[in-house]
C-alpha cells in the first residue's frame, strides 16, 4: 500500500521516504523536535506526535511539522462519551494531521459518531478527511496485566471489527495480532503497529513487539518506532538499518 521506498539508503540515494515508518516525537520541546527531524532529513516522512508533545508546545509542532512536507499521526487517543469525541476530533481536524486517534474501548456508538462527524465536517469544509483509527490493547500489556475476559489477542481482533463495522479507516494493535486483524478486516484496513524493536534492542516497556519485518509480514501498514530510533547514539543510522530491513517487504 505505501512501498513508495526506492534506492540505496547507504549509497544514499532515497528517491522518496518509505511512508510505512512513522516516528513517535516523544519529546516536550520544539528544539528536541527540530532536532530529530532535521539529523533524520529526508530519510523520515511521517512522524508521530503524542500527548507528551502535544500538551508541551500545542499546535505549533503540528504547524512546523507541515512546513517541513512532514505527515502526521496526532496520537491523542480520544475516549470520552460520543458527542465530546465527536466535536474533539473536529477541533482537531483544523490542524491537518493525517491519521486520528481514538479508543475502540469507548464503544460502537463513540466510534461511528466521531467517523461520521469527521467526514461530515471535512466535506462541509472541503478538505481531505483525515484517517481516523482506533488503539485496541496497549502494546505495554501483556497477558499477566489483562484482567479482560477474553484473551488480548481475540479482544484486540474483536475491537478491530468494531472499529470497521463504525466506519473507521483501521487500528492501533501490536505486530503478534496483525495477521489476525488482517484475516478478519480484510486488505484495505489500516493496521498501526508500535511495540516494534529491531533484533537486540531493548524492549523498555513495550510487551508485545516483533522485529520491523516480522511486524510487516503479518501484514502491518506502518510502523511507530520511537526509543528505538530517538534514543539511538546516531538516529539517522538506526532508521536507516530499520528502513532497510523494511525494504523488499
Ligand atoms: O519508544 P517506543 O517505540 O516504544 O514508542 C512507541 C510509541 O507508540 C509511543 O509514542 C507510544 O505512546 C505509542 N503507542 C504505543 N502503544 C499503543 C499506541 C501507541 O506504544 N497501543
Redesign the pocket.
Known amino acids: 500500500m505505501h512501498r513508495i521506498f526506492q534506492g540505496n539508503i547507504f549509497s544514499g540515494v532515497i528517491n522518496v521516504a518509505d511512508e510505512r515508518l512513522i516516528v513517535?516525537l516523544?519529546f516536550h520541546t520544539m528544539d528536541d523536535v527540530k532536532k530529530l527531524v532535521d539529523e533524520l532529513g529526508d530519510s523520515v516522512n511521517f512522524y508521530?506526535v503524542?500527548m507528551e508533545l502535544f500538551y508541551s508546545v500545542g499546535a505549533d509542532v503540528v504547524e512546523w511539522l507541515k512546513s517541513q512536507d512532514k505527515k502526521i499521526f496526532l496520537?491523542l487517543?480520544l475516549h470520552d462519551i460520543p458527542n465530546t469525541v465527536a466535536g474533539g476530533l473536529c477541533s482537531l481536524m483544523n490542524l491537518g494531521a493525517n491519521i486520528l486517534n481514538v479508543h475502540a474501548s469507548g464503544g460502537f456508538t463513540m466510534m461511528k459518531t466521531a467517523a461520521e462527524a469527521l467526514h461530515k465536517e471535512s466535506e462541509l469544509r472541503g478538505v481531505e478527511c483525515p484517517k481516523l483509527i482506533a488503539?485496541t490493547v496497549?502494546?505495554?500489556i501483556n497477558q499477566a496485566e489483562w484482567c479482560g475476559a477474553l484473551k488480548i489477542s481475540e479482544q484486540v481482533v474483536e475491537f478491530a471489527k468494531l472499529a470497521q463495522s463504525a466506519g473507521l479507516d483501521g487500528v492501533?494493535?501490536s505486530p503478534q495480532e496483525a495477521k489476525l486483524i488482517r484475516e478478519a478486516c480484510g486488505e484495505k484496513f489500516l493496521i498501526v503497529t508500535?511495540?516494534?524493536r529491531p533484533a537486540g534492542a531493548d524492549i523498555?516497556?513495550?510487551q508485545r513487539i516483533s522485529t520491523p519485518a516480522v511486524a510487516l509480514q503479518n501484514g502491518a501498514t506502518h510502523l511507530?518506532?520511537?526509543?528505538?530510533i530517538?534514543a539511538a547514539k546516531n538516529p539517522r543510522e538506526a532508521a536507516e538499518k530499520i528502513l532497510a530491513e523494511m525494504a523488499g517487504i
Open positions: 513517535a516523544d508521530k503524542g496520537d487517543k488503539i496497549l502494546t505495554s492501533v494493535a508500535p511495540g516494534i523498555n516497556d513495550q511507530v518506532i520511537g526509543r528505538p530517538r
